[in-house]
């Protein structure tokens, strides 16, 4: 099975800030790679598909990159509504095990 | 519009089992995978396995093998999970979701079970 290390488990930011969260695969899964953002009490919503597909009415400022076991989820100035948690799961075979998950907070 | 209604919370004691409903609409129900992902309460996201609505095949996380039971039923574009032999960290909000033309793709998801065991 794909394991998905993803860091930093929690990150504090402020309104404004760039981030960068990472996801490391335990084997090569090429551009297999999906972000999700979890806002409390609701359900997940897919960010990324492909590593760096934006899903339809994404904003902009979000941005994944990377291929083979390096993945990197970028915000690129950060907006209330986006301190949430981030999700990173591999789509290259099953089982589709999701990363940690990376707490934004507001600073 | 893509629409996954789940049925409601269920309260069961250890050693009892649970079967959740996730009612889909909007879509040919036939064309698309389903998955279903739990989330322990403070916990991340835990895939549990997927299933193919025309057909029924599926396959299941390691993790749930022999206690896990999905289905589907095109008559009423409706999937089941069944999970069994219930346990205290089986406590959790169970999500079906839907794939896009990628099947891993979760683009849809439903509103969410909440399934509390507790004896």
């Known amino acids: 099975d794909i394991q998905m290390t993803q860091s930093p488990s929690s990150l504090s930011a402020s309104v404004g800030d760039r981030v960068t969260i990472t996801c490391r695969a335990s084997q090569s899964i090429s551009n297999y790679l999906n972000w999700y953002q979890q806002k409390p009490g609701k359900v997940p919503n897919l960010l990324i598909y492909?590593?760096?597909s934006l899903q339809s009415g994404v904003p902009s400022r979000f941005s994944g990159s990377g291929s083979g076991t390096h993945f990197t989820l970028t915000i690129s100035s950060l907006q209330p509504e986006d301190f949430a948690t981030y999700y990173c799961q591999p789509t290259y075979s099953t089982p589709y095990t999701f990363g940690q998950g990376t707490k934004l907070e507001i600073k | 519009q893509v629409q996954l209604v789940q049925s409601g919370a269920e309260v069961k004691k250890p050693g009892a089992s649970v079967k959740v409903s996730c009612k889909a609409s909007?879509?040919?129900?036939?064309?698309?995978?389903m998955h279903w992902v739990r989330q322990a309460p403070g916990q991340g996201l835990e895939w549990m396995g997927i299933?193919?609505?025309?057909?029924?095949?599926?396959t299941y996380a390691q993790k749930f093998l022999g206690r896990v039971t999905m289905t589907s039923d095109t008559s009423t574009s409706t999937v089941y999970m069944e999970l069994s032999s219930l346990r205290s960290e089986d406590t959790a909000v169970y999500y079906c979701?839907?794939?896009?033309?990628?099947?891993?793709?979760?683009?849809?998801w439903g509103q969410g079970t909440l399934v509390t065991v507790s004896s």
């Open positions: 979701a839907r794939g896009a033309v990628v099947p891993a793709n979760l683009a849809y």
């Open positions: 299933i193919n609505p025309s057909g029924g095949s599926t």
């Open positions: 909007g879509y040919t129900f036939t064309s698309y995978y």
């Open positions: 492909a590593a760096s």
